[in-house]
């Protein structure tokens, strides 16, 4: 699976969110994101499948990092949108420096 695809779903980028802060069981996600364990396995099963996350094995205890190799693919693609919306935001930006201030009552 691609990261894109992986990256579709709101819950996993919540997950991406917290593993950013610091590794994490997968207890510890499902309370955070208040999904069963089951659940919150089955979407680290898919970052994991697209390359976004590396679990660490203890026992019985499974440990999820963030990879941040993958997410490089992504910034790479959102590149030329970032130049392009960072044009529309200094052309508006000197749109709004032209326009004349309101006077507040």
């Known amino acids: 699976m691609s990261p894109f695809t992986a ?3 709101p819950s996993r980028r919540r997950i991406l969110d ?3 802060e610091r590794p994490r069981l997968v207890g510890e996600l499902s309370a955070e994101l ?3 364990q089951p659940g919150t396995s089955k979407h680290l099963r898919v970052l994991r499948e697209a ?3 590396e679990v660490q094995v203890d026992a019985q205890r499974r440990r999820y990092a963030l990879r941040a190799e993958p997410l490089t693919e ?3 693609w959102l590149a030329p949108y970032r130049r392009f919306w960072d044009r529309r935001l200094d052309d508006l930006e ?3 420096d032209t326009m004349p ?4 009552p």
Do not use: H, K
């Open 101 to 104: 201030d309101e006077e507040t």
């Open 74 to 76: 992504l910034d790479s």
């Open 94 to 96: 000197r749109t709004l």
């Open 7 to 9: 990256l579709a779903d």
């Open 18 to 20: 917290l593993l950013r």
């Open 34 to 36: 208040g999904l069963s």
């Open 51 to 53: 390359g976004l996350v």
